[in-house]
């Protein structure tokens, strides 16, 4: 619409602004600040308590684990004992290689291979 | 309007968060201690340690005895829904009391055994049952690797690792573990972790005795015992075998005997220790302490002989007889033909004072002090109380009781140069870098001069060369010792015909001895003479001994080099 009392000028927003309330942004500022801070001190609380947790089952299951070994070779050790100990041996010498007890006259001592 | 609606919503707002708040005061501040001790409860559970018992090694480092961890199986009878069905199953397969089990399974209790310390088939057998309110739970179990071996000086444990004979018993402070707990979170899955700050208490392993046992002499002593005491028909038997140099024991064996594994399969009698309970009369391997009562009296003549009066004497109304008639013998010959009338002459030139001191000093009337329990002090009368007949009798080795152990003692101190020392089984204490010295050589008394020392020996000498104990000789090495073939009393009857306790006790090699030995057989039967059925034992026992400790052969050898013919049983045994 054309007319004398309409004049055209270019739209400058920029001289639209909305006064800056400082004292309400430091407020903002500082509420966040102390949020994120607690939020952020929470979060490493709870992520440190998980992982000791965490760890803690993994040590658990670790002791665990290694008791049994420890069980294991004990029962292994307990085999090795009987079948090392005298008895066994003997009857096996006797029976598989046909061994007996060594006579006198076999052994030789020390100050005889030394002369 | 619109400003009202928000003051409102506002204002409920905030007696919300103060609600809250003080919800929270309370659940969090007020009541704190009350919700911490449930959450404990529900979180926590305390976890017992039970750490190992100690070990029992022999000298060359062998388990003797050891305990690992088994399962035993418990039950929950609030959670089985079929108690008879449950005890059906079990029974089976743990061969277990059906009805017993049924009554258990039924009981108004959270917790009852069903059987504990299961071998790991039979865990098995259970778990594949997979029956609800049954379950495993760890255990500690005594195992003895060796079964029968040295049984009575180690002795057994219960069923909650208590000792309850041997050295299980003596030692229990020692080789009992210390339990400990610690305390661990659980989750809502029964998983459980550690977690810092909690609760440990460490426990303590027991400790691990060293013994001065050596299970292959220890072996080479059960199986010859084994053997002599079937060949014989003897009702039971007991070598001892001990170092005299040290008083360490290398073996100790008795038949009949048990597996502490299954200690109660086997009467309650084989559980005893006889070497050290047990008294016997030891006839005539007592004149060696006559003999040496004689020598420190000053009254033996080499030159002189004796007159044995063709095997009879009376003294004081009492009739005492020799094996064999003898005539006239030297002291030499009265030990190795070990003539009674000939001892008894030497008892009474030496003197009752002498005598009975001399018995003293050797050991006998008191227990040696050895480390095993229940040790038998014998039967000494006290010289007050002697008659007048006494030291007659006591001169052959009658009218007096000693135990194996005393009797293998006394002749260590002549075999080590005059010391009587305190008999030892353990050496050491301890697990790793904590091992000490527990026992060692200790001397007791010096009941015989280095001077009589050497006679003694040269005498027990003639016993294995041309007396009784020939039997006993051993190829390449000089061997000194004595027989025994003892009269067996019983109370209320007296000396039974065809009772005998056969013995022979001696060492070798005489230059430097290493090994004194005993051997006692109870009741053999037919043949029942010390040197006919102990006196070859002790020389099949101390023959191996020997080669296995590297003891070489004497230079000045009594019997030829190479192997001379085996000795055949001398007629002349007593």
Redesign the interface.
Same mark, same amino acid.
Request: glycine residues 12%.
């Given at each position: 619409m054309r007319s004398p009392y309409i004049v055209r000028r270019p739209a400058e927003n920029i001289y639209l602004v909305r006064r800056r309330d400082r004292r309400r942004r430091r407020e903002l500022v500082g509420v966040a600040t102390a949020v994120v801070l607690v939020a952020a001190g929470l979060l490493a609380y709870t992520s440190i308590h998980v992982e000791m947790l965490s760890t803690g089952y993994r040590i658990d299951e670790l002791s665990r684990e290694l008791h049994r070994l420890q069980q294991e070779e004990r029962h292994r050790q307990l085999q090795i004992s009987r079948l090392t100990g005298p008895e066994h041996l003997e009857n096996r010498a006797r029976r598989e290689l046909e061994m007996e007890y060594p006579t006198l006259e076999q052994a030789i001592f020390r100050s005889e291979v030394a002369r | 309007m619109k400003h009202r609606r928000l003051r409102v919503l506002v204002t409920l707002l905030a007696v919300w968060m103060v609600l809250i708040v003080l919800r929270l005061y309370d659940l969090q501040v007020r009541r704190y201690d009350d919700y911490s001790r449930r959450a404990e409860q529900q979180q926590q559970r305390v976890v017992k340690l039970d750490p190992?018992r100690g070990t029992i090694y022999d000298v060359r480092g062998?388990?003797l005895a050891?305990s690992?961890?088994v399962r035993s199986v418990a039950a929950d009878p609030t959670v089985v829904a079929d108690p008879a069905a449950t005890a059906t199953a079990l029974a089976g397969v743990l061969g277990l009391d059906r009805d017993k089990l049924g009554r258990d399974l039924s009981a108004d209790r959270a917790f009852v055994w069903v059987k504990r310390k299961l071998d790991p088939p039979e865990v098995e057998s259970v778990r594949a049952l997979e029956l609800e309110g049954i379950f495993t739970l760890p255990e500690s179990k005594r195992?003895y690797?060796? /079964?029968s071996?040295a049984a009575q000086v180690l002795g057994y444990v219960g069923t909650d690792n208590d000792g309850l004979a041997g050295l299980e018993f003596l030692y229990q402070d020692v080789v009992a573990s210390t339990p400990g707990r610690r305390t661990?979170?659980r989750d809502a899955r029964f998983?459980?972790?550690?977690?810092?700050g909690l609760e440990v208490e460490e426990g303590k392993p027991g400790q691990s005795l060293h013994l001065t046992i050596d299970?292959?002499i220890?072996?080479?002593a059960e199986?010859e015992l084994e053997r002599a005491v079937a060949s014989s028909g003897a009702r039971a038997g007991t070598v001892v075998v001990m170092d005299p140099q040290t008083g360490a024991i290398l073996a100790m064996a008795s038949r009949p005997t048990f597996d502490p594994n299954h200690f109660r399969a086997s009467p309650r009698e084989h559980w005893r220790n006889p070497a050290v309970m047990d008294v016997y009369e030891p006839g005539s391997t007592f004149k060696m302490v006559t003999l040496a009562a004689a020598l420190e009296a000053n009254v033996v003549d080499p030159l002189e002989k004796i007159d044995c009066q063709m095997g009879g004497i009376t003294v004081l109304g009492a009739k005492i007889s020799d094996h064999k008639p003898f005539g006239e013998l030297t002291t030499r010959e009265v030990i190795a033909r070990s003539s009674n009338v000939g001892a008894i002459k030497l008892g009474l030139a030496a003197g009752r004072d002498r005598l009975f001191t001399t018995i003293e000093r050797f050991g006998f009337g008191r227990p040696t002090g050895i480390d095993l329990p229940s040790e038998s002090a014998g039967l000494l009368r006290p010289l007050a109380r002697w008659s007048d007949v006494q030291p007659a009798y006591v001169s052959f080795g009658q009218a007096l009781s000693v135990t194996a152990l005393q009797l293998v003692n006394s002749f260590a101190a002549i075999a080590n140069g005059g010391e009587l020392l305190k008999p030892h089984v353990v050496a050491e204490i301890g697990n790793g870098e904590e091992r000490r010295r527990w026992r060692g050589r200790e001397s007791v008394a010096t009941p015989i001069a280095p001077s009589s020392v050497i006679q003694v020996r040269s005498m027990l000498e003639s016993v294995v060369l041309d007396g009784t104990g020939k039997t006993a000789a051993i190829? /390449?090495y000089r061997v000194a010792g004595k027989t025994g073939t003892a009269e067996k009393a019983f109370k209320g009857r007296g000396y039974v015909d065809g009772k005998y306790v056969a013995s022979f006790v001696g060492f070798a090699p005489i230059r430097d001895p290493a090994v004194v030995c005993v051997v006692a057989l109870d009741e053999p039967w037919p043949a029942y003479h010390g040197g006919e059925v102990a006196a070859p034992v002790f020389a099949a026992i101390v023959?191996?001994a020997l080669?296995y400790l590297?003891v070489?052969?004497d230079r000045e050898r009594s019997l030829p080099w190479?192997?001379a013919e085996p000795a055949s049983a001398s007629a002349e045994v007593a």
């Open positions: - | 190992p062998r388990e050891v690992v961890e195992y690797p060796l /079964g071996l661990v979170v998983d459980t972790a550690l977690y810092p299970g292959a220890q072996h080479v199986r190829p /390449g023959a191996k080669l590297g070489e052969p190479p192997r």
